[in-house]
């Protein structure tokens, strides 16, 4: 399973960088959603997730901080908005999941 995780954070990042460059299609949205839950729930564990979480809200709040940038600001404020995508469901999942750990406790 760990192999799994791993390699769909690969591919997920492989598919955002791909999708900013210029393949702009709807659906590569869905795949690096559905990669992001992946990697939510077979590659966080317990004991990464505030790391996890700290460093999902910093990409998500720089990365349209990246459009100052002269001539390559928009291509990378575009392949990190689909890093964002992608690592939103995993946040999703990770936040959730912390959430009820909490509540158990």
Same mark, same amino acid.
């Given at each position: 399973?760990?192999?799994?995780?791993?390699?769909?954070?690969?591919?997920?990042?492989?598919?955002? #960088?791909?999708?900013?460059?210029?393949?702009?299609?709807?659906?590569?949205?869905?795949?690096?959603?559905?990669?992001?839950?992946?990697?939510?729930?077979?590659?966080?564990?317990?004991?990464?997730?505030?790391?996890?979480?700290?460093?999902?809200?910093?990409?998500?709040?720089?990365?349209?901080?990246?459009?100052?940038?002269?001539?390559?600001?928009?291509?990378?404020?575009?392949?990190?908005?689909? #890093?964002?995508?992608?690592?939103?469901?995993?946040?999703? #999942? #990770?936040?959730?999941?912390?959430?009820?750990?909490?509540?158990?406790?």
């Amino acid at each position: 399973m760990q192999q799994i995780g791993k390699w769909a954070f690969i591919v997920g990042l492989v598919i955002a #960088v791909l999708a900013g460059i210029g393949l702009d299609q709807t659906w590569f949205t869905w795949v690096l959603a559905l990669l992001g839950l992946i990697v939510g729930i077979l590659n966080v564990t317990s004991g990464e997730t505030q790391g996890f979480l700290l460093a999902a809200i910093a990409l998500m709040l720089s990365a349209n901080a990246v459009q100052a940038i002269p001539f390559v600001g928009a291509q990378l404020t575009q392949i990190l908005s689909n #890093v964002v995508a992608f690592m939103a469901a995993a946040v999703l #999942v #990770v936040a959730l999941r912390a959430l009820f750990e909490t509540v158990r406790d």
